[in-house]
T-cell receptor, first 116, second 114 residues
Framework: DTAVSQTPKYLVTQMGNDKSIKCEQN?????MYWYKQDSKKFLKIMFS???????INETVPNRFSPKSPDKAHLNLHINSLELGDSAVYFCASSLLGEGSGANVLTFGAGSRLTVL | AQSVAQPEDQVNVAEGNPLTVKCTYSVSGNPYLFWYVQYPNRGLQFLLKYITGDNLVKGSYGFEAEFNKSQTSFHLKKPSALVSDSALYFC????????????FGRGTSLIVHP
């Protein structure tokens, strides 16, 4: 029973297309995240969503938009894809607070996006 | 602003030898510190964390880390490395003040030679 699941795992598409990556968590966490991992393996936060509050990394182009229909889902939409968007995108979730398991991120397996 | 530095891109160690992967940080307030491991083509997995309490924290797979407040460091250690420990290791930090979103270091590739 996968804790954080992302679909699709692989996505190959042409420049200019619009695509979405879905993320679902079944851990009962209250916070979800999207990270981008580039070819050098650097991890960069893109968005975080907690209690209907969206925090956006200001360096993320507005072609990227998160959508959260409920606490268990945080989907990533990308418009007008560019070559530089090629990367692995990781969804994660966590529980904020003071408990023993709090603040620890659980990651999905990643979605590898290739833009041609 | 919070930041974390992993000064080594790669650490090489022989199987059976002790290993250390370095991490230093800068945050507002008290640090919440984490280590994660990433195996090839996988997501990151949590290893251990320090929020409060004993400076020496023990985690999964025999790893431990020592919080050093004066040196603002949180180095990952293991007494005896295994070939299966070869992976990419990330240190992450957030502060008790400011954003709850953790900042990750650039990652250190650990290679354990048989």
């Amino acid at each position: 029973d996968t804790a954080v699941s992302q679909t699709p795992k692989y996505l190959v598409t042409q420049m200019g297309n619009d695509k979405s990556i879905k993320c679902e968590q079944n851990l009962g966490h209250d916070t979800m995240y999207w990270y981008k991992q580039d070819s050098k393996k650097f991890l960069k936060i893109m968005f975080s969503y907690n209690n209907k509050e969206l925090i956006i990394n200001e360096t993320v182009p507005n072609r990227f938009s998160p959508k959260s229909p409920d606490k268990a889902h945080l989907n990533l939409h990308i418009n007008s894809l560019e070559l530089g968007d090629s990367a692995v995108y990781f969804c994660a979730s966590s529980l904020l607070g003071e408990g023993s398991g709090a603040n620890v991120l659980t990651f999905g397996a990643g979605s590898r996006l290739t833009v041609l | 602003a919070q930041s974390v530095a992993q000064p080594e891109d790669q650490v090489n160690v022989a199987e059976g030898n002790p290993l250390t992967v370095k991490c230093t940080y800068s945050v507002s307030g008290n640090p919440y510190l984490f280590w994660y491991v990433q195996y090839p083509n996988r997501g990151l997995q949590f290893l251990l964390k320090y929020i409060t309490g004993d400076n020496l924290v023990k985690g999964s797979y025999g790893f431990e880390a020592e919080f050093n407040k004066s040196q603002t460091s949180f180095h990952l250690k293991k007494p005896s490395a295994l070939v299966s420990d070869s992976a990419l290791y990330f240190c992450a930090v957030r502060g008790s003040r400011g954003s709850y979103i953790p900042t990750f270091g650039r990652g250190t590739s650990l290679i354990v030679h048989p």
